[in-house]
């Protein structure tokens, strides 16, 4: 591996942990050694990584309409960053990039209702047709549809419009 590449490397690493993104994804996007992840997590947040499960599908997960929306707005950011192609590997530097715009295009003070785990599995459900998209037929609004879970398939916009 190059001196260059071996940066980049790192340097996804460090924006991926700066996220809290779980060790096992940050490893799988960079090949960075896990040990070296742990110290450099350790260094970032100052306290040790937390352990817990993998969410392997964001529809087993979301369990509110508002996040549904908000991993609708995250997928359409990730697809206009990475490109149309989804039988492809995650695109990690698309990933953490479309995550950024995310969490800046919140209103100033909101807490992001998809953590960056969720965001990877947004990604890795689209990849797996576990999740797609639907134009919803009353808003016209492009949601995420995702096919597992028991949020069913109806339109997040409008739920939430029904609520306001
Ligand atoms: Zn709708």
Known sequence: MSTLERHHRFALAIRLIGHHTKLSIVHAATAVRLET?????????????????????????????????????????????????????????????AYDLYLALLPGGSRPLLPINLAWAVASDLRSGQASFSRCPRCDVQYLLMHTGSLGLRCPICALYVRA
Do not use: C, M, W
């Not at 979301?62 to 707005?73: C, D, E, F, N, V």
């Open 37 to 97: 992840l742990r110290r450099l997590y350790r260094e970032i947040h100052e306290r040790p990584p937390r352990g817990g499960p993998l969410a392997n599908s964001v529809g087993t997960v979301a369990k509110t309409r508002g996040q549904q929306a908000h991993a609708s707005l995250f997928a359409r950011l990730y697809l206009a960053r990475q490109g149309p192609v989804l039988d492809q590997a995650i695109d990690y530097l698309a990933l953490t990039d």
